[in-house]
């Protein structure tokens, strides 16, 4: 299929910053942990627990918490990492292919799955950053954690639509 010079230009930009973020989103997330008292500008990373992050919570603890807080981040580079593969496809001009449907479902199963694991994990890091002053535990879903299951299921119809569109052409193409 050919796509405009436009898509092609903005896929490959798109490529790179999803790419970026492979490495950034990680490494902010350690770094969040490690330093905090230096990191507070990265606060939307620990948006749930942020507030209690802080140097003064010693190392181990904060270590801890970072196994857990990993999780959802390894999920959520495992999105990232789908979304550089389906804007190649698109650089590539394989917008309606097997490759860009299969990325783009995979990309709404990590927006769902990083929730899920989100909330899972909340409780686990808040203990481990608090219970050396006091015994604390959350669970939060917050507006965030709506939208990126409203954007999980946005992705996962628009898969849907454009796999029913693929076929549609493909049962057309026979036809003529």
């Not at 999105?79 to 479902?105: T, Y």
């Not at 939060?140 to 409203?150: M, R, V």
Request: glycine share 6%.
């Amino acid at each position: 299929m050919t796509v405009s010079k436009t898509l092609v230009r903005a896929s490959r930009r798109m490529t790179f910053c999803s790419r970026a973020a492979v490495v950034a989103v990680p490494a902010s997330t350690v770094a969040l942990f490690l330093f905090p008292d230096h990191f507070h500008m990265l606060g939307p990373i620990g948006a749930h627990y942020g507030h209690l992050l802080y140097g003064s919570v010693p190392l181990t603890d904060r270590l801890a918490a970072l196994v857990f807080a990993m999780i959802p981040t390894a999920i959520a580079t495992w999105g990232l990492l789908a979304l550089a593969r389906l804007f190649q496809q698109f650089a590539a001009g394989e917008v309606f292919s097997n490759d860009s449907l299969k990325a783009l479902g995979t990309i709404a199963a990590a927006l769902f799955w990083n929730v899920i694991a989100s909330l899972a994990t909340e409780p686990p890091i808040t203990y481990f950053l608090t219970h050396a002053r006091h015994f604390y535990t959350q669970i939060t879903l917050g507006p965030d954690d709506a939208e990126l299951l409203f954007l999980a299921g946005i992705a996962f119809v628009i898969a849907r639509v454009m796999a029913e569109a693929r076929n549609v052409a493909e049962e057309n193409a026979k036809f003529v």
